[in-house]
């Protein structure tokens, strides 16, 4: 059973950066598949953040591409993310999540059960 | 960019009823759409792929339909474990950006 973790601070001041870390386990991150972040401010709705390949190709939301930084490390089975210069408007849960291609569209099938990250002085 | 709009914003339904939720595409997306579930504190989970295909272990009272810029998410006999925000969701790959509906909250009457 493919399961993730997501751990990192949950209070990050403004102008500072997000660190967050997806611990996989149940499955090679090596052995395929992209990998995603994707956020949800209290009470709204969900926003994906980018996703990464095992190779370490990234893609990221067009929104949020200049200060989104999303890494792998398969020696550890785990990646991660940064977002830089937050402000209250990123403050969210944050979720990490297995991203299937094998259909025609793109979504994500397995989930971590989320970070809230609050950003606060 | 392709934008995602669903209809209702929130229903309340008897346990048993039909329950109908709406998502539209404001261009032609043929049949790339997924349906998620998201109970209150949990992760969303994937109910429905390529608009009418259920994941694997999901109650077959779920359901979806639709193919171009209107889809449906059917529940065909509502049971109190359905309570949650149902989202859709497109991929669209030019540029490469996931977009989720501002989703739909089910209650119980």
């Known amino acids: 059973q493919v399961q993730l973790q997501e751990s990192g601070p949950g209070l990050v001041k403004p102008s500072e950066t997000l660190s967050l870390t997806c611990a996989v386990s149940?499955?090679?991150?090596?052995?395929?598949?992209?990998w995603g972040w994707i956020r949800q401010p209290p009470g709204k709705g969900l926003e994906w953040i980018g996703s990464?390949?095992?190779?370490?190709?990234?893609y990221y939301n067009p929104s949020l591409k200049s200060r989104v930084t999303i890494s792998v490390d398969t020696s550890k089975n785990q990646f991660s993310l940064k977002l830089s210069s937050v402000t209250a408007a990123d403050t969210a849960v944050y979720y990490c999540a297995r991203q299937q291609s094998g259909w025609s569209t793109p979504g994500f099938d397995y989930w971590g059960q989320g970070t809230l990250v609050t950003v606060s002085s | 960019d392709i934008q995602m709009t669903q209809s209702p914003s929130s229903l309340s339904a008897s346990v048993g009823d039909r329950v109908t939720i709406t998502c539209q595409a404001s261009?032609?997306?043929?049949?790339?759409l997924n349906w998620y579930q998201q109970k209150p504190g949990k992760a969303p989970k994937l109910l429905i792929y390529d608009a009418s295909n259920l994941e694997t272990g999901v109650p077959s009272r779920f359901s979806g339909s639709g193919s171009g810029t209107d889809f449906t998410f059917t529940i065909s006999s509502l049971q109190p474990e359905d309570i949650a925000t149902y989202y859709c969701q497109q991929y669209d790959n030019l540029p490469p950006l996931f977009t989720f509906g501002p989703g739909t909250k089910v209650d119980i009457k």
């Open positions: 261009q032609d997306i043929s049949n790339y």
């Open positions: 149940g499955y090679s991150i090596s052995s395929g598949y992209y």
């Open positions: 990464i390949y095992h190779s370490g190709s990234t």
